[in-house]
């Protein structure tokens, strides 16, 4: 069974920093992309970041380029994301999914429930 358990959300204070795993299972980690999905109530979800499978490339939404960073283990079938200089806007319910390819197609597959985050002014 596909499997992917987001982790390592919270509350913290503007400026600081948290670091979200996406544990995965019950599918070839290693042959897929992994993005990173966000949303804040009364919001429409939104990408954050992706990572591929094939050479490990990585792409950010533009709000948060140069403050998070995608990685990932696949020895370990985790995926990453660190973030930092968080700001109130940040905040909502991030989600990490499968791309239905290697690379980062914009096409999900399967979801994660959730994890919570919230930035406090």
């Known amino acids: 069974e596909a499997q992917l358990v987001e982790s390592g959300g919270g509350l913290v204070q503007a400026g600081g920093s948290l670091r979200l795993s996406c544990a995965a299972s019950g599918f070839a980690f290693d042959q897929y992309a992994i993005g990173w999905f966000r949303q804040a109530p009364g919001k429409e979800r939104q990408g954050v970041s992706c990572i591929s499978s094939s050479d490990g490339s990585t792409n950010y939404a533009d709000s948060v380029k140069g403050r998070f960073t995608i990685s990932r283990d696949n020895a370990r079938n985790t995926v990453y994301l660190q973030m930092n200089s968080l700001k109130p806007e940040d905040t909502a319910v991030y989600y990490c999914?499968?791309?239905?390819?290697?690379?980062?197609?914009?096409?999900?597959?399967?979801w994660g429930q959730g994890t919570q985050v919230t930035v406090s002014s």
């Open positions: 999914a499968t791309d239905q390819y290697y690379y980062c197609s914009g096409s999900q597959g399967y």
